[in-house]
C-alpha cells in the first residue's frame, strides 16, 4: 500500500487561498483594534434565516467564506483538497465549480427553509463554513468513484468510497435530527442533497464536450468550404481578363478542361472540408 496526496488543482487551490485569507483577515482584525469591523462583517456575511427572508440574500453565498475558528476551518479545507482536486481533474474546473458553489447555495437554501419549519434550526440562529460546497464534493466523488477505497484516517483500514458516503450521510442525518449542538448539519444534509441531484441529474461532461466539439468543428469546416468557393470564383473572374478559361464545381474543386464530370462533383479529389 503507497501512500500519494492529491494534486493542487486550479479551483481547489484558488478556494484555499480565498477561505484562508478571509480567516487571517479576520483573526488579523481584533488584534488591529478593529473588532467592530469583524463584528459587522459577521453580522452582515453570516447565514441568518431571518435576515435572508427581509432581503439579505447575499448571505446565502458568504456565509461560505466565514469560519469559527482554526479546526473548522482545516477541517472543511482538508476535505476541498483531498476529494475536490480529484472532481476537479476527472470534470475540468467549471464544472467543478458549478458543483461547489451549488452545493453551496442547496445547503444554505435548505438551512432558511427548514429553519422556518421550527423543526430542525432556528430562524435567528447564524451558519457559517464551506461545510455545504464541502459536502456536495464529497457526495460526487461517492456518486463518480464509488468503487475507489479511501483510507478512514485515523483507523487503519481502507473502505470504499460509496460506503463511506453512506455512513456520513446516516451519522449526519441522525446528528441533524438530534439538534447538533453547534454544528449545521442541517446545512451538510442540503449540501449532499443538491450535489447528488447536480451530479445524478445535470449535464454530462462527455456530452457536452462531444456536441461542443461537432458545433465548432461544422462551423469551421463550413467557413473553409465558403473561402475556397470565394477563391474559386475570384479566380476564375482573374482568368477570364486574361482571356482564359478556368472552372471549378459548387465545392471549390478545379475541373481540368479535357476531363469527363466525375461522381465526387467534377473535382480531381474526392475529399471536402
Known sequence: ???????????????????????????????????????????????????????????????????????????????????????????????????????????????VVLSYSHLLGNPNHSTIGASGGVFAILIGFGVLFGDNEIMMIP???????????GILIFITLALAMAGGGNVAYVAHLGGLFFGWLYVRRGPK????????????????????????????????VYMSKHDRQVHFDEHGNYIPPDDDPKGNGGGKSGWVN
Not at 31 to 48: A, E, K, P, R
Not at 155 to 165: D, E, S, T
Not at 210 to 232: D, L, T
Open 155 to 165: 483507523f487503519p483500514f481502507l473502505i470504499r468510497a460509496k460506503y463511506f458516503i
Open 1 to 111: 500500500m503507497t501512500l500519494s496526496l492529491p494534486p493542487f488543482t486550479r479551483a481547489v487551490t484558488w478556494l484555499l487561498g480565498i477561505n484562508t485569507g478571509i480567516f487571517l483577515i479576520m483573526q488579523l482584525l481584533p488584534m488591529l483594534h478593529l473588532g467592530i469591523v469583524s463584528g459587522y462583517i459577521d453580522y452582515y456575511c453570516d447565514l441568518t434565516p431571518v435576515m435572508v427572508v427581509h432581503g439579505q440574500i447575499w448571505q446565502l453565498v458568504t456565509y461560505s467564506l466565514l469560519h469559527l475558528n482554526l479546526m473548522h476551518l482545516l477541517g472543511n479545507m482538508l476535505g476541498l483538497w483531498m476529494f475536490g482536486s480529484a472532481i476537479e481533474s476527472a470534470w475540468g474546473t467549471r464544472r467543478f465549480l458549478e458543483l461547489y458553489w451549488i452545493g453551496v447555495v442547496g445547503a444554505s437554501v435548505t438551512t
Open 205 to 236: 461532461p462527455a456530452l457536452v464536450d462531444i456536441g461542443f466539439a461537432e458545433r465548432y468543428y461544422g462551423m469551421r469546416n463550413s467557413y473553409y468550404r465558403w473561402k475556397r468557393r470565394r477563391a474559386a470564383k475570384k479566380f476564375e
